[in-house]
Structures are given as C-alpha cells and as structure tokens.
C-alpha cells in the first residue's frame, strides 16, 4: 500500500500526517527523519487495526501542486 504523507515545516521541525489514517502522526527535526517516522507510525497504526480486528483503510488521497501568481 502506498499513502499519501502531508509534509509541514515548523518552527521547531517538520511534522508528518496521513490523511487516510487519521491520528496517525509524526514530527522529526528535519523531513528526513519526519518521513522514516510516519513510516514507523503507519506501520503500528495499520498494526493496530488488524489486532481489532477493524478495516485497513484504501489509500484514497493524492496530491498535486497548484501554480499561482505572485501576490
């Protein structure tokens, strides 16, 4: 499977979410670390569903960039 992981730079570092499996989060002190972490948290989290027996979530997000003028 193959989610889609929102990136957002901080002040203090970088923090990671899925949108497909919420609550499931990081934050890292560069994206780097950000990105191994949320792979960790995607892995317990998907963990934990199968031990309650609760569905494992499609990936159904994406994502694209959107070109905008300067303001």
Same mark, same amino acid.
């Given at each position: 499977?193959?989610?889609?992981?929102?990136?957002? +730079?901080?002040?203090?570092?970088?923090?990671?979410?899925?949108?497909?499996?919420?609550?499931?989060?990081?934050?890292?002190?560069?994206?780097?670390?950000?990105? +191994?972490?949320?792979?960790?948290?995607?892995?317990?989290?998907?963990?934990?569903? +199968?031990?309650?027996?609760?569905?494992?979530?499609?990936?159904?997000?994406?994502?694209?960039?959107?070109?905008?003028?300067?303001?």
């Amino acid at each position: 499977m193959r989610y889609v992981v929102i990136l957002e +730079r901080g002040e203090n570092g970088v923090g990671a979410y899925v949108p497909d499996l919420p609550g499931c989060v990081a934050v890292g002190e560069t994206k780097e670390e950000a990105l +191994r972490l949320i792979g960790e948290a995607v892995e317990l989290h998907l963990e934990s569903l +199968r031990e309650d027996g609760l569905p494992i979530p499609e990936p159904s997000s994406s994502s694209e960039y959107v070109d905008v003028g300067a303001a």
